[in-house]
């Protein structure tokens, strides 16, 4: 079992920044693809990046491209983070952290582990 726990997440004007922390307990979350999703209100669940165990393959959806960064903490290998910068009110979410013993995907429904969510508000 790995249990993943956010923060980082609040209420920010519209071109503020924020980062996200996913910590990771459990078993070794290092052999495990790293997610984050969001899900606003009325819509389904949604990719927003993700990046592979090796950390090799990254991927970003187009509506966050070049504002939002998914790394990991090499130092601690059990924390994964999401830089969120120039945000918009469209990014407002409950952003959740995910994982899975297996290829990035954007199937939600594919992922093996999730965390609880934390919300960001984004006002213009």
């Known amino acids: 079992q790995v249990q993943l726990v956010e923060s980082g997440g609040g209420s920010v004007q519209a071109g503020d920044s924020l980062r996200l922390s996913c910590a990771a307990s459990?078993?070794?979350?290092?052999?495990?693809?790293k997610a984050w999703f969001r899900q606003a209100p009325g819509k389904e669940r949604e990719l927003v990046a993700a990046?592979?165990?090796?950390?090799?393959?990254?991927?970003y959806a187009d509506s966050v491209k070049d504002r939002f960064t998914i790394s990991r903490d090499n130092a601690n290998t059990n924390t994964v983070y999401l830089q969120m910068n120039s945000l918009k009110p469209d990014d407002t979410a409950v952003y959740y952290c995910?994982?899975?013993?297996?290829?990035?995907?954007?199937?939600?429904?594919?992922?093996?582990?999730w965390g609880k969510g934390t919300l960001v508000t984004v006002s213009s």
């Open positions: 990046m592979s165990w090796g950390g090799g393959d990254i991927y």
């Open positions: 995910a994982a899975r013993s297996g290829p990035i995907t954007s199937r939600a429904e594919l992922m093996d582990y």
């Open positions: 459990g078993r070794t979350f290092i052999r495990y693809a």
